[in-house]
């Protein structure tokens, strides 16, 4: 085997091995069910936005008002959600909570919801075309809309505790529906998760 015949088989065993410890320095994903829950950082996840957004949807569709607004009104109350800020030090995609929020509403089939400012800005859009495209039986008219009877409105706040790399984080969902005629506020409520983070094995 001559020199150069040798340099160019080292350099070919050389790229062998690099790509074979790149194939075993790649990640491993694997596919696992919506449903499971999965705590890495111990931060506000998927399951929290949904464990809160039933928990609050039930307390506030349980709720008297609910009944009370039907014997007097004799339809469901509609309901549009407004700002839910978050108050914490995490990054939370508040508007992934909303939308929890708003299926559950919708699934409850006790109150209805109505589009936000986002939403209606699209449909009116779509709706300002029909008026000059679609045929004059089709097309939706103007000034139909379903104007919501109250808002939903608050708020994310977290408090942390911690001690050698230990930390307990305690969420609290404060909400509460606003009668959007007169400001009354005429529910309000909480919903609230507790996490133990850390290396050692947490003991209650």
């Keep these: ?44 996840n998927d399951v929290d936005s949904q464990f809160v957004s039933a928990a609050l949807e039930t307390q506030i569709t349980g709720s008297a008002w609910v009944e009370d607004f039907r014997a007097e009104n004799g339809k469901k109350p509609y309901l549009i959600i407004g700002n839910v800020r978050n108050k914490t030090s995490e990054h939370i995609v508040v508007k992934t909570f909303i939308a929890d929020l708003e299926r559950s509403f919708i699934n409850s089939g006790r109150v209805k919801v109505v589009a936000s400012a986002e939403e209606r800005d699209q449909i009116r859009g779509e709706r300002a075309d029909q008026q000059e495209f679609s045929s004059e039986s089709t097309m939706k008219q103007w000034g139909l809309e379903k104007g919501a009877d109250y808002m939903l409105m608050g708020e994310i706040n977290m408090i942390v505790d911690s001690e050698d790399g230990d930390q307990v984080k305690y969420y609290q969902v404060d909400c509460y529906l606003v009668d959007l005629e007169d400001n009354t506020k005429i529910w309000a409520g909480f919903e609230k998760i507790k996490k133990f983070v850390g290396r050692s094995k947490y003991k209650g």
């Design 1 to 44: 085997m001559t020199m150069r015949n040798f340099r160019f088989l080292l350099l070919m065993v050389a790229a062998v091995t690099l790509l074979a410890m790149a194939g075993c320095g790649g990640k491993q994903v694997t596919r696992v069910d919506v449903d499971e829950q999965i705590d890495l950082s111990g931060d506000w």
